[in-house]
Every structure is written in structure tokens, then in C-alpha cells.
């Protein structure tokens, strides 16, 4: 995977105490900045411990990145904030990592751990959502170019980007799966333009992306052409995985604040809302015993299929959590906090009122996969139901009815 | 809130594993759907021969009951996984009653009597039954008899697996419970819903039984653990029901394709399948809490039952449904599931009994 000469073997958990201390010791967080201690965690390897050597892991069991996490955090060391670096994280990397060469492996993971570089998605189109392999953004070849020119939408943190993994259609000749190519793309390249797309819930959240000329070197490109639609599934599958990392305590979801405000606010109760929450708390608790299984087999090295349908599960529970919270505040619940157009670095639901709650969460059934689609998915992969008849499945791109 | 002590374990261990997989051998032998609906149309709704295989032969009537009390000194864990493959097979046996609520009725009890009882009932040669309505919860009032110059009188409705019991454990109104001999009461059996579970009303005419201990906890231990483990029976019906639906909608054709292909269909055993997914989350973390006597056991046996209930009734709904007419023969064992289902969402407390309970254990009181 790298050249640095790899260790003997994977170090064990005991190890991995012993660098951080070392780590520690080398650079004690509260006297170190906050980017100068994230840039040696990195060197030291104790950044994705699974990772390779030199790309910020030791090539440890990826279970053992707990045991790391919960010594600096016991130190009070600076996280990555992995939220706002989430797409870096949990889709860039690991395609990168997967598809990369070695100089785009060590020019973009260091700065997109550390949190100094913000990556956003250019997948979705106005044309393609959940028919993605649809996608029509074309990238034509310009010597050592390649020059992109389209529309994408959906686009979050695209205002704060650095890099976008971006998936353009290469040869319109074939059918519709086979002639995309995958790129990173510069985000501060002219002919990118970023517009905030405002949102339901009066925020912009997402934007549109317009590509015009936009210069790629083909240095930039990831994996071999035409075989983007490939390299996307690693960038999907991690995705939907990064659920069922962390472990939530009871009530830990969207059913908190409801049930704080159920215990704080006997005023409110009535005998129909309180058969609904009873019923949600349940279906929360047995969302939440769910992930915990789920993560359960992941750390036993056995992950189940379980995962394709958490998502499922935890949108649809989501919105009928929230409906019942605006309803729960009665007179209340017809106000809503704010409707300022703003730009959020991050997506937070507790630090709003319940109707932004549950506006927000009727895109919890659209992003990251439609519930439509997921159910296609869970049917046809883990269930083994024949597919939907395909009409554009040996049809070049080019003769699809647009 | 209630306390979360250790993590529970959610998983299968491969010991557990492969004791399903010898039950599930076992039944696939044993206990075929064909079979089931004969014997239930017949004088003997029970499988003695079952029975015997699974007790004697196998053991798995003492899994609750201590090694030096003759049984193999396991846990809720096992027999759930027992229960998982019993509720796959609808297997017309009193695993449930006897070696689940009526064993750990005994364990509540201390004294000689319930010792030498229990060993009986790990040996599978002696089968119990808890004389309490199968639709009581955990925290459910009962009927009791009366204790009258050490003879106990009355009249106890809706008892599951008489037909194969030896011994009753019967509560009476001076709140101890009694050991009485099967062959000393009247068992007048009732036409059941549920054919492979059957019920009778027992009445006790001045017979005399062994006290074995204090009625009130022994109860409640033992529709604790049956209203737990219940789930996993659920869950082993719920996963029948499933996997017997998707092959035959593979296998069916109309309009030209397979009826598995329809995406209104497709969406509806995916959600199915999600709602199996989390019901096995549910029943392990259960299991799980009983085993370990957790703290948070009354929790997880509520959220358990308030959850596994509706699906395993769901399941078979729509395994009915989507057979299309042969669903609604009496020669498809779907029926068998489905009327198990529906009884199961009543035994040991319905899902808005249990969710009642959860209001007051987890804070969330009604208006």
C-alpha cells in the first residue's frame, strides 16, 4: 500500500496505548495547537489506525481506533471535529484510499484529516438523483485536461470546500453505467460557481453547483477511465456505513427532547399523544438495540446486511418523532424559531426548535439514498427479489429519452 | 431513566449457534407443518414424541435449571434460541409453559418440594403448567383459588398446555402457590385460536396441594421470563413467515414475471425484513437482560414484547396475504403462524400493556 517498510505485524491495543502516550508526551495538548497536535497525531499513526503506514494508520485492526479515541480524549486532545469533515471522512478517504495513487494518497489525506481542507460531493444532478448512473455533467479530454462542463445540486459544505470527488460522464456512447470517469476537483477553479440552494426549513444547507470549463488534470482522476460508476460504489457503501460507529445511550435520538418535554410539561399531555409516544419510544429504543447490533457484529468481524436498512428505519422514526413533537407543544408548535437564510457548517437538530426538527427531517427519506430506492435495495440484495425490468440497461447514454 | 449497567451482548455465540442449528435439525425432521395440522385435528394436540427428543434426548428441558438440580445450569440466552427455532416450526410443544414459566415459577420458590419439582421438570419426564391466565402480564392481576381447612377450591380460566401437563402450580387466595396433581383437578378444554397452544379452564374441588412458596413473586418471575422469551418465539415465527413468503413470491408467476418482481410487493417484505431485523435486536437484548439479571430486565422485557408482538402478527398477515388464496387454505401451514401470531400478541400481557408498563418504569406517565 505505501513504501515506508510496514511493522512486522499490526500492533495490538496495548501498543497502540503505549504511541499515544508517546504521542502525548511529544506534543501536550493543551500547550500545542490545535493543527500542529492533529498533523503529529496523523504522522504518529493514530489518526484512522486501520489506515496504511505514512497515510496517518499502522494497518491495525479498525476496532482499535477506540481504544486510541478514548485515551486523548482522557487528555483533553483536540478531535478532528469529524462532523464538519464528514464527507471528507467518511467518502473521500476511503475512495481515495481504495481507487488513489500514491501521490494523490499523500497530497489530499493528511489536510482532509486534519480538518485544514473541507471536501464536498459532486454526484447528484437536477437529472439524476436516484437514477444516478443518469448523471449528464459532461467531462471531455483537452490534453492533459479534462474539462467539465454541468450541473450539480445537493451539494453540502460545497461554500466551504477545498476538493470535490466528482463523477462526470466521459463517453456518451455507451450505456449509461459504464462511460463515467471519477476526478477530484479543484473547488477554487474559476469555473466553479457555488449558489445556495435554500431549503424548506429557510436555511441553505445544500448548494447548486455550475461547472463551466472547469480545467481537471488528468492527474486528478480516480481510477481508470470509464470506470467511475466502480470507484462511486466505494464512495456510496461508505456512505451508508459510517452509521453504527458510535454507541448511543437510551433516548439518545430524536426522542430526547420529546420525552424531556413529555416529563417537564405535564400540561401538555394527552391520552392520544401519550399511546403515539409510547409507541415511538419503543420503535427508538429498538432503532437504537439495532445499531448496537450492528455495531456489535462489526467490531466481531461480522458485519450483517442490517445496516442497508437502518437508515430506513431511523428516517421514517425521525419524522413521526418530530410530527408528534410539534403537535405535543400545541400552541407552540404553531411558532417556528427562525426563517433567516443562513448557511450552516453542520446540521443541527437539538439546537433548534421542534419545527425545524421536523421539516428538516423530510429529507432524512430523500438524501443518502431514497427510502424508495433503500427498500429496492434491501428487496434485491439482501432479500434476492428479481430486479425491476431495466429498459435502459444496453442503451447507449446518448439514445436515452431525456 | 432506568440504569444501563454492562453492555448487553446482543450477538449469537457460536455454542448458541450450534445449538440452534441441532434443534433446527431436530424439528426439520420431527415436526413437519403436515404433521402439525393433523395432530392439531386431533385428540392429542401435543407432540409427546417431540417432547421426548427435545427433553430427554437433547436436554433442553432443564437449560434454565441448575446442574446440581439435574438441569444444565444455562441461561434465558438458549432458551431463547430453543424458542427462536420452536416459534420457526410452530412445534406444538410446552416448552414455553413448562420448561420457561413454570421452571422459573419454581426457582422463585425456595424449599425442598420446588427442588425436587424442578428436577422433574428439567427431566422433561414431568411436564408443568403455571395455573394463570396465558393472556396475564408481568405486573397483571390473576385469578386465584380458594384455601379452605388445606383444600384448595375454584375455577382457573384460559391455562395454556394442560392437555400436557402433570403437575399445576396454582395460586391461591392465601397467597402461596401449590404444587397439585394434574389427575386431581378437572381440565375442561376450550376451543383455542390457537390450536398448537391449547387452553383449558381448570377447576380444583377440594383438592390438597404442596405449598411451595409465596405466589406473588414467583408469578411475576415467571411471566417476566415468559413475556421475554416470548419474543424470541415471535421473532423465530416472524423469520418463518418471511423467508417462506420471499420463496414463494421467487417462485410464482403472473403476468409473465415473477410476482417477487413487483415493486409494491418488494417494498413490503423489505420493510418486513426490517421489522425482523429489529425484532431480533429486541428479543436478544431481552434474553440478554434475564440471563444477567439485569437491572434493566422489566425495560427490556416491555420494550421486547411491546415490539415483537405487532410484527410477528404483521408477519403472518402478510404472509397470508401475499400467498394469495392457497394463504387461505387449511392445508398451507400459514394459518398455523398466523393463529399462533395473533394468540401470542395476547399471552403473558398485549403490546399496550407492556408499553403501559414502560410508562412507569421509564418516567413517561399518562395525562
Same mark, same amino acid.
Given at each position: ?55 496517518g494508520?499502522?494497518?491495525a ?5 477506540a ?18 469533515? +464528514? ?13 488513489g ?23 447528484? %444532478? ?17 490534453g ?15 461554500h ?21 470517469? &471519477?476526478f ?6 474559476p469555473?466553479? !460557481? ?12 445544500f ?52 420525552a ?14 401519550h ?9 427508538? %429504543? ?5 445499531? !448496537? ?33 410539534v ?5 407552540e ?28 427531517s423530510?429529507?432524512?427519506s ?14 434485491e ?22 | ?14 455454542e ?5 442449528a ?38 433442553l ?5 441448575? %446442574? ?14 430453543v ?17 420457561v ?13 420446588a427442588?425436587?419439582?424442578?428436577? !422433574?421438570?428439567a ?24 384455601? !379452605? ?28 402457590? &401449590?404444587a397439585?396433581d ?7 378444554p ?17 383438592v390438597?396441594?404442596?405449598r411451595? +412458596? ?11 421470563? +415468559? ?19 420471499v ?16 415493486q409494491?410487493?418488494k ?6 425484513w ?14 440478554d ?21 405487532p ?40 403490546a ?16
Amino acid at each position: 500500500m505505501t513504501d515506508a517498510a510496514p511493522r512486522s505485524t499490526a500492533p495490538d491495543a496495548t501498543e497502540l496505548r503505549r504511541l499515544t502516550a508517546e504521542l502525548l508526551a511529544a506534543h501536550p495538548p493543551l500547550e500545542t495547537d490545535r493543527t500542529a497536535f492533529l498533523e503529529a497525531r496523523f504522522d504518529a499513526g493514530l489518526a484512522w489506525v486501520h489506515y496504511p503506514e505514512g497515510l496517518g494508520g499502522l494497518g491495525a485492526p479498525r476496532t482499535l481506533q477506540a481504544v486510541v479515541d478514548a485515551e486523548l480524549e482522557a487528555a483533553g486532545a483536540p478531535d478532528n471535529d469529524p462532523r464538519r469533515i +464528514g464527507i471528507g471522512l467518511g467518502m473521500a478517504a476511503p475512495t481515495i484510499l481504495g481507487f488513489g495513487t500514491r501521490e494523490q494518497r499523500e497530497r489530499f489525506l493528511r489536510p482532509l484529516w486534519v480538518g485544514e481542507e473541507v471536501w464536498c460531493q459532486l454526484f447528484s %444532478e437536477p437529472g439524476a438523483g436516484s437514477d444516478l448512473a443518469a448523471l449528464g455533467t459532461r467531462a471531455v479530454r483537452e490534453g492533459d485536461d479534462w474539462v467539465i462542463d454541468g450541473q450539480k445540486v445537493w451539494t453540502s459544505s460545497a461554500h466551504l470546500a477545498r476538493w470535490a470527488i466528482l463523477i462526470a460522464r466521459t463517453d456518451p456512447s455507451v450505456p449509461k453505467h459504464r462511460g463515467i470517469t &471519477y476526478f477530484v476537483c479543484d473547488m477554487t477553479d474559476p469555473g466553479v !460557481e457555488v449558489r445556495p440552494l435554500r431549503q424548506i426549513t429557510g436555511e441553505a444547507e445544500f448548494n447548486e453547483v455550475f461547472l463551466t470549463g472547469v480545467r481537471i488534470p488528468d492527474s486528478h482522476r480516480l481510477g481508470e477511465v470509464g470506470d467511475g460508476w466502480r470507484v462511486a460504489q466505494t464512495t456510496l457503501m461508505n456512505e451508508r456505513v459510517s452509521i453504527g460507529g458510535m454507541r448511543i445511550p437510551r433516548e439518545g435520538g430524536m426522542i430526547g427532547p420529546v420525552a424531556k418535554t413529555w416529563r417537564e410539561r405535564p400540561e401538555l399531555r394527552t391520552h392520544d399523544l401519550h399511546q403515539r409516544l409510547l409507541k415511538l419510544w419503543v420503535e427508538a %429504543e429498538v432503532g437504537r438495540l439495532t445499531g !448496537e447490533r450492528l455495531r456489535q457484529q462489526l467490531v466481531a468481524g461480522q458485519p450483517g446486511p442490517e445496516g442497508s436498512g437502518l437508515k430506513l428505519g431511523f428516517a421514517r422514526l425521525n419524522q413521526e418523532i418530530s410530527g408528534l413533537e410539534v403537535e405535543l407543544r400545541g400552541e407552540e408548535g404553531l411558532l417556528y424559531d427562525d426563517w433567516t437564510m443562513r448557511r450552516p457548517e453542520l446540521v443541527d437538530f437539538t439546537g433548534r426548535d421542534a419545527g425545524y426538527r421536523y421539516l428538516r427531517s423530510k429529507g432524512n427519506s430523500i438524501e443518502g439514498g431514497t427510502s424508495e430506492v433503500l427498500l429496492n435495495i434491501v428487496a434485491e440484495r439482501v432479500l434476492g427479489l428479481p430486479s425491476e425490468p431495466r429498459t435502459d440497461k444496453d442503451v447507449a447514454w446518448k439514445d436515452l429519452a431525456r | 431513566m432506568t440504569a444501563q449497567g454492562t453492555q448487553p451482548d446482543l450477538l449469537y455465540s457460536e455454542e448458541e449457534e450450534a445449538l440452534r442449528a441441532a434443534v433446527r435439525d431436530l424439528l426439520t425432521d420431527h415436526c413437519d407443518p403436515g404433521r402439525v395440522i393433523a395432530r392439531t385435528e386431533s385428540d392429542t394436540p401435543h407432540d409427546p414424541a417431540l417432547w421426548k427428543a427435545l427433553s430427554e434426548g437433547m436436554g433442553l428441558a432443564g437449560l434454565l435449571v441448575p %446442574e446440581e438440580r439435574g438441569g444444565q445450569g444455562a441461561t434465558h440466552r438458549e432458551a431463547a434460541v430453543v424458542l427462536e427455532e420452536l416459534g420457526r416450526a410452530v412445534a406444538p410443544v410446552p416448552y414455553l409453559t413448562s420448561a420457561v414459566v413454570a421452571t422459573e415459577a419454581l426457582l422463585a420458590c425456595p424449599g425442598e418440594d420446588a427442588a425436587a419439582l424442578l428436577t !422433574e421438570l428439567a427431566s422433561g419426564r414431568t411436564v408443568g403448567a403455571l395455573a394463570v391466565a396465558l393472556s396475564t402480564a408481568p405486573d397483571g392481576a390473576h385469578r386465584t383459588v380458594r384455601h !379452605e381447612d388445606g383444600l384448595l377450591h375454584g375455577e382457573l380460566t384460559g391455562i395454556a398446555d394442560v392437555a400436557a401437563a402433570d403437575v399445576l402450580l396454582v395460586p391461591a387466595a392465601d397467597g402461596g402457590l &401449590y404444587a397439585v396433581d394434574a389427575n386431581a383437578v378437572t381440565v375442561t378444554p376450550r376451543v383455542s385460536l390457537d390450536l398448537t397452544r391449547p387452553l383449558a379452564t381448570v377447576t380444583v374441588d377440594g383438592v390438597r396441594g404442596r405449598r411451595l +412458596g409465596d405466589a406473588g413473586p414467583a408469578v411475576r418471575r415467571a411471566l417476566t421470563a +415468559g413475556a421475554g422469551l416470548l419474543a424470541s418465539e415471535q421473532l423465530g415465527l416472524a423469520d418463518w413467515c418471511l423467508t417462506e413468503t420471499v420463496r414463494h413470491l421467487k417462485e410464482r408467476r403472473q403476468f409473465n414475471r415473477p410476482v417477487g418482481g413487483f415493486q409494491a410487493l418488494k417494498h413490503r417484505l423489505a420493510q418486513l425484513w426490517l421489522e425482523v431485523v429489529h425484532t431480533r435486536a429486541a428479543a436478544r437484548h431481552a434474553a440478554d437482560a434475564l440471563a444477567a439479571g439485569s437491572a434493566d430486565t422489566g425495560v427490556a422485557v416491555a420494550v421486547a414484547q411491546a415490539y415483537a408482538a405487532p410484527v410477528a402478527v404483521h408477519a403472518a398477515e402478510e404472509a397470508v396475504q401475499l400467498h394469495g388464496g392457497i394463504g387461505m387454505t387449511w392445508e398451507h401451514p400459514v394459518h398455523l403462524y398466523l393463529k399462533r401470531a395473533k394468540a401470542d400478541s395476547i399471552a403473558y400481557g398485549t403490546a399496550g400493556a407492556h408499553r403501559e408498563a414502560l410508562a412507569r418504569l421509564v418516567d413517561l406517565q399518562a395525562p
